[in-house]
């Protein structure tokens, strides 16, 4: 053979086993991707369960501090409106009955 020949015939060897690490490589990663999805399939209704727990606590939270600060709101809002009716008839010389105790 020539060594002309011979250098060919070894590239395409070489690019041959790269072709095969590569495929080896492909098949691993397929196989790997494979058995996590079926790995997640098998978890999730668990998860799913768990999530559920989670959200409803959460929504109950939310709900719960909801309620506090429209409370809080609405608190303030009658405050305001308190004193703007004390200071409305305070300028026209009339008061709130206030009992003192």
Known sequence: MSPEKMTK?????????????M?????????HCMWQMT???RRNPYAVLRLQGTM???????DRH?????QAALRQLFEEEHQQCQQELHRM???FYVERL
């Not at 060897?13 to 072709?19: P, W």
């Not at 495929?23 to 196989?31: A, E, I, L």
């Not at 909801?66 to 429209?70: G, P, S």
């Open 9 to 21: 015939v070894e590239e395409t060897l070489q690019r041959a086993s790269r072709l095969k690490k």
């Open 23 to 31: 495929v080896d490589r492909w098949q691993n990663s397929h196989t």
């Open 39 to 41: 790995l997640s399939q």
């Open 56 to 62: 409803e606590e959460e929504l109950a939270l939310a």
């Open 66 to 70: 909801l309620l506090l600060v429209r």
């Open 93 to 95: 010389g009339k008061a």
